[in-house]
């Protein structure tokens, strides 16, 4: 546990002074707290349809404007940025947990299961995850935001897989793991508590990779029309935006909010990651 | 490279082709209500408007034949897909759905091959400019404007793309692919096709852009710090020459295996942006069989979605020995 | 009196590709402990599978002709408490003593984690008195070393507490695989010092591998020359060094430079390749001496003895004037 505590020290004194990290979680947390302070000023019950007048521009009244269907858009950024964030982080959760399992036993028990799981794995990698997704989303027509992120966890899991397997057929030569076999361990404990500690950093990074990963698809679905239909969210604004032809009306006020929402969203995950993935691999480290 | 490599690599393809149609299987039949179900309520609530509605129904339900025990539909599912008979579509009945996928396929593979090309070398590049000592300071400066760019999807910069370049500023067209269909090839049509295809082409390098750069970067830093580039160096070789013969060509190896990897979430970005610019491929007959609820239309842009890169794999996996002296040849 | 750990008959094969084969040791016959604690050398360069003979001893590489027993037990058959059971008796101590420890945990992580492993001790503290008390035998000091993260302390302390780790399990055998050769040489003698120390006062029986004859001398009582694989010499240490008879020693032995400054190196003498020394035909081992017994082509009329035949008498000699510690 001390060295837990020690590791996570030194992790956090490296990443604390790291630029990316620092603009990085600055961003994530502002976005954050569009969804946490948001609420207490405006009613987000106003993003719903038809609850105010459609199409106005931003004014004392509504901030940002209104939309064609009657939605204020202050009230819907506010009530989707948050689902947004839920939606990728419980699907970036769910898909590294798996992936770091299967690519911890894939690398250290090898032989045939290693064979058919870093098979699978690379095999789903070359599938575009949008082409599986619609499928599944197109015929579960009524999805919400926790099925949605199901759905697309059972596609997020490969990469984990794949940078961990690496990592762990490396460290299972080395002589602490072949020391801790002849100190008694059973493969669990070896797996767990020899080789896991030193892919923490790893995992990491691949769990922001994952979240992004899954914002990414989700909003690829909720753009095509195919997100859940009764909660905003951010990509669904911009299916509706681009539906009802906001771009040649002139109605920058719909779908410039949640783009800039979203690509500081992305800019901060992908800023976050790679200030981890330094930290994972310190040769890179020295050069940024 | 050994036949079993051949083996194996073209077996990574019939299981990607296998998964899909699995999928394709599947997947409805877990949704409730039987298969047909969602093909009836479509054209019900048509009414007259679908012309033949009374023969669509008849070819599915003879096409699913649901009496038949599972098993059976599965191995005549697998039979019709593997020789691309994916049923008709309903939005462009009586067309077939392969026969709709294959008129606007080949709006998206060449869009996606050329820009993905151009991504990948340019990127590539710069990414090596970046990690080399030597190069202008400019080149460096590039490095934060880099990673925002490969940090934002294909999809949204897209739009971004399209407000400032075709809405904003007029400069280029809103969308389509041609102004005119082209018939036969001459200047002019060659000019007008490339004038439609610039943004979208554009919105996908952006996008690939800062993604290989970066990559390039990390497995060129790997590179510079072996030893045999200090002996190139100590040998006086030119600075060029140390740079592309030495340093980069080993760099290249892990990006052509990155390539292979990226090329599905490639496709998958590339599909959106055809959506954002009505671009009249895939992406753009995807969008119009989602908004008309054509499922097996749906279904079948997803299966060539997906064999379509798993064959460009294929490809990349076979030539990859060639570029990588240590695997032997066969 | 401890058990006996013998290896008789042993090949072990890899599978490199389809129809590749590398043979990693041949006919391989040894034995550790038994009736009297002994310290057997283990002499080869690099790809002699001085390796894969610690792995096939420990267990970690099962054979894939012969056998290897402890106290009259197949290996890889063991299980339940008598596997536990040889897996606490028989330890290693490697070449490498970084990385041995995980970078992740204190250096009590490796001395705490088997005892508990093992149900050594029932508490914390317990453990701790019993990892103080050993730490001292290896000549560390407890509040110096406990505490600490691995690469805060020097080679020789890391190869100190892992030899104080092996201890702490009662093994009966330890198998050390070049101990010393990563370790500065001022440090050495102190730790070959130890691990004699461990076979005269506590009766652990060691087999020490090595590419160094000079230290082999220094500990062991038999020596072992192995090279491609086989076995091609083995003999009482202080004969084989002395009058090695076959080449490959003789020639290992001459490859040691001199510190006498009034014979000359020779550095330009062309040694020949190793694979020279390599058998073409089948061979056998066949005694030359009471105490040896050296490879030579395989005698139709006569049976060849074992490398173990000859470590037995060996150390049925030494046992009776044991005392002769050497420097």
């Known amino acids: ?288 | 490279m050994t036949w079993g490599y051949v083996f194996r690599r073209l077996a990574m393809f019939f299981a990607v082709v296998l998964a899909a149609t699995t999928v394709n299987f599947i997947v409805p039949r877990l949704a409730p209500g039987d298969p047909t179900a969602a093909v009836l309520e479509q054209l019900m609530s048509r009414g007259q408007q679908v012309q033949g509605a009374q023969d669509i129904v008849t070819v599915y339900r003879e096409r699913f034949g649901l009496d038949d025990p599972m098993i059976v539909q599965y191995g005549r599912y697998l039979f019709n897909s593997l020789r691309l008979d994916l049923g008709s579509s309903i939005s462009y009945f009586p067309q077939s759905v392969t026969s709709a996928i294959l008129g606007a396929l080949p709006w998206t593979i060449a869009l996606l091959s050329v820009s993905t090309v151009i991504a990948f070398g340019l990127g590539s590049l710069i990414g090596a400019l970046l990690a080399w000592p030597g190069s202008p300071r400019a080149v460096h400066r590039l490095a934060p404007f880099l990673m925002v760019l490969s940090a934002i999807p294909y999809y949204l910069l897209a739009l971004i793309v399209l407000y400032l370049l075709a809405i904003w500023t007029g400069w280029f067209p809103l969308g389509g692919a041609y102004s005119v269909f082209p018939n036969g090839f001459s200047f002019p049509v060659l000019w007008d096709l490339a004038y439609h295809a610039f943004l979208p082409a554009l919105s996908i390098v952006l996008a690939g852009l800062g993604f290989w750069a970066l990559g390039m970067r990390g497995a060129m830093i790997n590179v510079l710090g072996e030893d045999y580039l200090a002996l190139a160096e100590a040998k006086g070789l030119k600075k060029g020459r140390i740079f592309f013969k030495y340093a980069m060509r080993n760099a290249m190896l892990p990006q052509v295996t990155a390539l292979a990897i990226a090329l599905g979430t490639a496709a998958s970005g590339s599909v959106l942006v055809e959506v954002a610019f009505n671009y009249p491929g895939i992406g753009y007959l995807l969008y119009n069989a989602l908004r008309s609820s054509d499922y097996f239309l749906i279904q079948g842009v997803a299966f060539f979605l997906v064999i379509t890169v798993a064959f460009a794999v294929l490809v990349l996996d076979l030539l990859y020995p060639l570029l990588d002296p240590r695997i032997q040849r066969l | 009196m401890s058990k006996l750990l013998e290896v008789s008959g042993a090949d072990v094969v890899f599978q490199l590709g389809l129809n590749k084969t590398k043979t990693a040791l041949q006919n391989v016959a040894l034995a550790v402990g038994g009736q009297q604690p002994s310290i057997t050398a283990v002499v080869g360069e690099s790809g002699s599978g001085k390796s894969t003979l610690i792995r096939l001893l420990l267990g970690l590489q099962p054979p894939s002709r012969g056998s290897v027993r402890y106290d009259g037990a197949e290996v890889s058959r063991l299980s339940g408490a008598s596997q536990r059971t040889f897996r606490r008796e028989v330890q290693a101590i490697f070449q490498d003593p970084f990385a041995v420890y995980n970078p992740f945990y204190r250096v009590d992580h490796a001395l705490m984690t088997p005892m508990r492993a093992f149900g050594l001790v029932r508490s914390r503290d317990e453990g701790y008195a019993r990892i103080e008390t050993t730490l001292q035998r290896v000549g560390l000091r407890p509040e110096e070393t406990l505490g600490k993260y691995p690469h805060q302390l020097s080679g020789g302390q890391r190869q100190r507490v892992m030899i104080a780790r092996a201890l702490l399990l009662d093994p009966q055998i330890i198998l050390a695989d070049e101990p010393v050769s990563m370790v500065d040489a001022s440090l050495r003698s102190t730790i070959l010092e130890i691990l004699f120390g461990l076979n005269r006062d506590l009766g652990i029986s060691l087999i020490y591998v090595t590419h160094d004859l000079a230290t082999a001398y220094q500990v062991a009582d038999t020596i072992v020359v192995l090279h491609g694989g086989h076995i091609l010499e083995v003999g009482d240490a202080d004969a084989v060094i002395h009058r090695p008879q076959h080449p490959y020693t003789r020639a290992l032995l001459e490859a040691v430079p001199s510190p006498d400054p009034d014979r000359d190196w020779n550095l330009d003498a062309e040694p020949p390749a190793p694979s020279a020394f390599l058998p073409t035909g089948p061979i056998g081992l066949y005694h030359t001496e009471p105490l040896r017994a050296v490879a030579m082509p395989l005698r139709p009329d006569e049976a060849p003895t074992t490398a173990a035949a000859v470590q037995q008498a060996v150390n049925a000699t030494r046992s009776h004037h044991h005392v002769q510690a050497k420097p």
């Open chain 1, 1 to 288: 546990m001390y060295s837990l505590l020690r590791n996570t020290r030194a992790a956090l004194l490296y990443l604390g002074a790291s630029p990316k990290m620092i603009a990085g979680l600055v961003i994530l947390a502002l976005l954050l707290l569009i969804g946490l302070v948001g609420p207490l000023f405006i009613d987000v019950r106003l993003a719903e349809p038809i609850s105010v007048r459609t199409n106005q521009p931003p004014s004392a009244d509504h901030w940002l404007g209104t939309d064609s269907g009657g939605r204020e858009l202050l009230a819907v950024i506010i009530a989707g940025t948050p689902q947004t964030l839920r939606m990728g982080v419980l699907a970036g959760v769910i898909g590294t947990t798996i992936g770091v399992m299967l690519g911890l036993f894939s690398g250290y028990f090898g032989g045939w299961w290693d064979r058919i799981i870093s098979g699978v794995t690379d095999t789903m990698l070359t599938i575009p995850p949008l082409a599986i997704l619609l499928v599944v989303a197109a015929s579960v027509r009524a999805v919400n935001v926790e099925m949605m992120a199901l759905i697309i966890a059972s596609l997020s899991w490969m990469h984990a897989t794949r940078v961990i397997r690496a990592q762990v057929l490396t460290l299972r030569e080395l002589g602490y793991v072949q020391m801790a076999r002849l100190s008694g361990l059973g493969n669990f404990s070896i797996i767990f508590r020899e080789i896991f500690p030193n892919v923490i950093p790893i995992a990491f990074a691949s769990l922001v990779g994952a979240t992004s990963g899954a914002i990414l698809s989700g909003m690829g679905l909720e753009v095509l029309g195919l997100g859940p239909q009764n909660t905003p969210t951010l990509g669904m604004t911009i299916y509706w935006a681009l539906l009802y032809a906001a771009f040649s009306r002139g109605m920058w006020w719909w779908w410039c909010p949640p783009i800039i929402i979203l690509a500081l969203l992305f800019i901060a995950l992908f800023l976050i990651a790679s200030a981890l993935d330094d930290f994972a691999n310190p040769r890179l480290r020295s050069q940024s």
